[in-house]
């Protein structure tokens, strides 16, 4: 959640400059990629960890039979492929905070050159 932290800090500091200078104090609302961010990591998450406890339930089932390990080894394969899933969506998570990221550097870019060239005069 280093993501969340960073755009929350940019998004304070941003704040606090214009506070200080006493002018008019003007924030970014929220991105949506911030909150698709939120959400699909939620996703991710909640996938993985039921993979995971698909995988202590599937292997508590077991039995000492080659058709027992031969049902396991199919289930085992389906919960990979939804593992791969949830790390797929973790990823694309972290591809959409960036992005928020991005946004909120472009705004407080924009936003500085307003507050030098109000400074200015």
Excluded: N
């Excluded at 995971?52 to 390990?69: M, N, Y």
């Excluded at 289930?75 to 946004?103: C, T």
């Amino acid at each position: 959640m280093f993501i969340a932290r960073i755009l929350g800090e940019f998004c304070k500091g941003g704040y606090d400059v214009q506070e200080v200078l006493g002018l008019t104090i003007e924030t970014l609302k929220m991105p949506k990629t911030a909150k698709a961010f939120i959400a699909v990591m939620v996703m991710a998450m909640m996938t993985l960890l039921i993979a995971v406890v698909l995988h202590f339930i599937f292997a508590a089932d077991v039995e000492a039979t080659e058709a027992s390990l031969a049902d396991l080894e199919q289930r085992l394969l389906a919960l990979d492929a939804v593992r791969r899933f949830g790390v797929g969506m973790y990823l694309f998570s972290i591809a959409l905070g960036l992005s928020a990221i991005i946004q909120l550097l472009w705004f407080q870019a924009v936003r500085v050159r307003e507050l030098a060239e109000l400074h200015q005069t």
